[in-house]
């Protein structure tokens, strides 16, 4: 996001990180690797863990029947009491990686609406490289605009070679002697 004097500010999300993503991951599944959760995810399905808007519609003067099918009210509310070997690792790797873009999204939004911004450009090395990621956080920003009270969309981009500038902006600012850069 850009301050008003035209320099860059992050959005961190500090405990959401790719590394917590994936010891998630890892613990549940046994993945080690970001490609190998990616593929698992993609021939899986979240419907099978998470309660969905659609899940819970019970006809036209429902609640939820104003609300987005893909919208999630609870994020794995269907392994609640059951074993995780209830469930195939592929839904379980597609309901975290839905998860972890559900957690982006928010979080980049209500960002992005708390500055009045309409465009959010995404870096680092897991949204970067996977279009299964990017395809999910904006399904979720679009879904969210949809059911905004002010109907406003935030729009995601995807910087190319994404990992990078994240560390090229850290390098900047410490070089620039910026007294809140807190790097070692």
Do not use: W
């Not at 010891?23 to 969905?52: C, M, P, Q, W, Y």
């Not at 009210?73 to 873009?101: C, H, P, R, W």
């Not at 996977?130 to 910087?159: C, D, P, T, W």
Request: glycine share 8%.
């Amino acid at each position: 996001m850009m301050n008003e004097d035209g320099t860059f500010r992050a959005l961190e999300v500090i405990t959401r990180c790719g590394r917590y993503f994936m010891s998630l991951a890892n613990l549940l599944i046994g993945v080690t690797s970001f490609t190998e959760l990616i593929e698992l995810a993609s021939r899986g399905s979240d419907d099978n863990l998470h309660v969905k808007a659609k899940h819970l519609k019970k006809g036209v003067d429902d609640v939820y029947s104003i609300v987005p099918d893909e919208f999630m009210v609870y994020a794995m509310g269907q392994a609640m009491g059951q074993d995780k070997n209830s469930f195939k690792k592929e839904d379980i790797a597609a309901t975290l990686v839905s998860t972890f873009a559900e957690d982006l999204a928010q979080c980049m939004n209500q960002a992005a609406m708390a500055h009045g911004l309409k465009q959010i450009f995404m870096t680092g090395s897991v949204v970067g490289t996977s279009q299964y990621m990017r395809n999910h956080i904006n399904m979720v920003l679009s879904i969210r605009g949809m059911i905004n009270a002010k109907n406003e969309r935030s729009r995601g981009y995807f910087v190319r070679f994404a990992g990078y500038y994240g560390a090229i902006g850290a390098l900047l600012k410490t070089m620039r002697g910026d007294s809140n850069a807190n790097i070692k």
